[in-house]
């Protein structure tokens, strides 16, 4: 006993808890916000549809996206201002085009992300089941809910409805990851034929699988405004370390869990004959089956719980981040004078929750009976969108008046260079494709 305490005692001391905890935020927020429809949905088809003809590409988008979202970190802890303040120090044009990536985006984001957590709620509460005329009931639900938490509530209530959900759906995700290993691939059906990576359907959900993996690079200015929410903690507040080191672990985090997500798809799915389902609830109902193949039919409550779980704190994540980030942007707009180190008003933060929340909304109203073509639009509509944001995050962290030691290295410089071009090139294939 006496060793197990020192031994106890020893891992608290070198994992430090306490700091770690403290700095414990934004990158949990990022993971939280990621881990939903791109990995639910998009990697599990992935998997599904190609088996793992498609792990060069999801690790080398989330490879080539990495320096742009830390880059949103190491910003406002080097600079103690956002993104979007930087894209003001840039000139007009990069601050109008932001905005216009906004407004081109966020309904079509949160419609999605809404959208797939409601057939999560349905699968998980029946709602359908009790009142099956009120179809856009838990689309409702989730808005209203959503709304409630992030009109009423405050940062640090959000970061803690995030720890417990994020630390569920990663227990499971891993659960169901090694178990189905563990069984071995589902068996094919006889003269199973693999598609073409080279067809246009195919190029074109590349392009969609892409857009948000491990998300749409635009989130990278909510990164940034999420950690200086963190900083303004006195007693919490983290150094410039903790804040890239926190990052850096929800990052990779989350790139790792899409690997798991493409395996379930491709063990369980791909080549099965079996047709993943069009309805947002029927897909969930679809997912939560596939993991509790894995684990057990005993623990569908809890795979259900757990899915809905992180689709719920993506959608609080979502809608938090592209309310901030409208707000925060038209402020500077309408007001060349704003300071944005000096607090203000939630008015402006809680009118855009309400304008999100009601066109997001209506479009799902529109996409209802279109579940696909509404994940894809969206996850396209933010690849090709992010070779710009991409270019503008690296010239704010080389520019002249970040300090030296908050600058990134060459190979994160390199990189980016790299990613940029990677970035470009599909998008530009993506543009000739649809519209030559």
Known sequence: MTYLYLS?????????WKAINRSIGPGLLFASTSIGVSHLVQSTRAGAEFGFALVGIIIAVNVFKFPFFEFGSRY???????????????????????????????FFVSAAVVFVTAGFMDNLFGISDHWPALHLLPSFLVFAICFGLLYFGKFSTLTEIIKVVGVILLLSTLIAFALTLFHGRAPMIEGFIQPSLFS??????????????????????????????????????????????????GYWITAGLSLCFLTLGAYLIYGTGIEMPEGSSAFANFIVNLYSSSIGQWSYFIIALASFSIMFGTSIGVLDGYSRALNHTTKLILNPTFNPHKSSSPKGYRIAIALISIGAFSIILFFMNQFRQLIDLATTISFVIAPFIAIANLRLVTSKHIQAKYKPSILMITTSILGIIFLSGFAGFYVWKQFF
């Open 8 to 16: 106890l005692k020893y891992l608290f001391t070198v994992l430090n």
């Open 76 to 106: 406002a802890a080097a600079q103690g201002e956002s993104l979007i303040d930087g894209y003001k120090r840039l000139g007009k044009v990069p601050l109008w085009l932001y905005f216009l990536v906004i407004v081109l985006s966020m």
């Open 200 to 249: 246009d359907k195919s190029i074109f959900f590349i392009i969609a699988l892409m857009g948000w993996m491990p998300t749409a690079l635009d989130l990278s200015a909510w990164n940034s405004l999420w950690t200086l929410e963190k900083m303004k903690d006195p007693e919490n507040a983290p150094t410039f370390k903790q804040i890239i080191s926190e990052f850096n672990w």
